[in-house]
């Protein structure tokens, strides 16, 4: 593909006008099929700048290939993505990242032997003349971008190894290199699955000092407590359909939400949730 073929088609986005945000991103009728299985089934999302929006749904019910269209991992088999209110074209993950997007997927995100300035700036490192790295530049850059996003951690520096923080603090980590990046739009996947409720509490501060920043995340997760608490907006999936979208003002509890995918899961016959209700997609 040449390198100057833009990424996204049309010349200007339609400007959404004062007082309304900027729609980062926005999934039209998106289907993707692996062999005669849609995983995702023809859905529509969009992520607003400074919103953190929930993604719900049971095993299999397509989050990680959702995740994977809006990384461009994978290409949609039919629909359209729009960034900023742009369709794009040859969507693919260098051109996911180029429109502002970062995924931080669970496990494979940090390089646990390497300091946390390494990890921030790997591959992207900050280089002078004659090629020389700007090392103490990058350990400034790396604690404003920590201090930035909340991290208050007395005992560790920007040269800390990353094996010696904590789950929590390993996903700040990440989270700082996505905002080095650039990104608008951080999408996590299951970013608390494997933590305590302290750890749980330090990635929650992550992501709203990220949202108060004026960026937007995507959170990704199977506790419904975990993304009742964190999100503004919740997007439930089953079986590769959004089968609710509802802010978070309008779901009094955590319970409501469960509920709502408990009858998801083993619906009755002739009964419709309160959350069903002139709300669903
Ligand atoms: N590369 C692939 N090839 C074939 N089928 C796939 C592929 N990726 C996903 N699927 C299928 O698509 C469906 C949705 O899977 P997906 O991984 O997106 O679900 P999920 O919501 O992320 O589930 P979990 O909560 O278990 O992570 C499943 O039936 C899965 O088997
Ligand atoms: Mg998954």
Partial sequence: MPASDPPVSGSLAPDPGPGVPERLI???????SFGNVFAVAGVNLHVDRGEVVGLLGDNGAGKSTLIKLIAGVHAPTSGDILVRGRAVRNWNAGRSRE???E??????ALCVQQSIVRNIFMGRELAGPFGFLKVRR??????????????????????????????????????????YNKADLIVLDEP???????????????????????????????NIHHVYDIADRFVVLD???????????????????????????????????????????
């Fill in 138 to 179: 990058q350990v400034e850059e790396a604690d404003r971008l920590m201090r930035e996003i909340g991290f208050t951690s007395k005992v560790f520096s920007p040269q800390s190894i990353v094996g010696q923080l904590s789950g929590g603090e390993r996903q700040g980590v990440a989270i700082a290199r996505a905002i």
């Fill in 192 to 222: 608390t699955t494997a933590l305590s409720l302290t750890e749980t509490e330090k990635v929650f501060r992550f992501v709203r000092a990220v949202r108060d920043g004026g960026r937007s995340i995507l959170f990704i997760g199977h």
């Fill in 103 to 108: 995924t931080v997927f669970q496990d494979r």
């Fill in 26 to 32: 926005e999934l039209r009728d998106v289907r993707k």
């Fill in 99 to 101: 429109a502002g997007i």
């Fill in 239 to 281: 079986r590769g359909r959004v089968v609710l979208q509802v802010e978070k003002a309008k779901v009094a509890s955590a319970e409501l939400l469960i509920s709502f995918m408990e009858g998801v899961a083993h619906p009755v016959a002739g009964e419709l949730h309160p959350l069903a209700m002139g709300t669903a997609a």
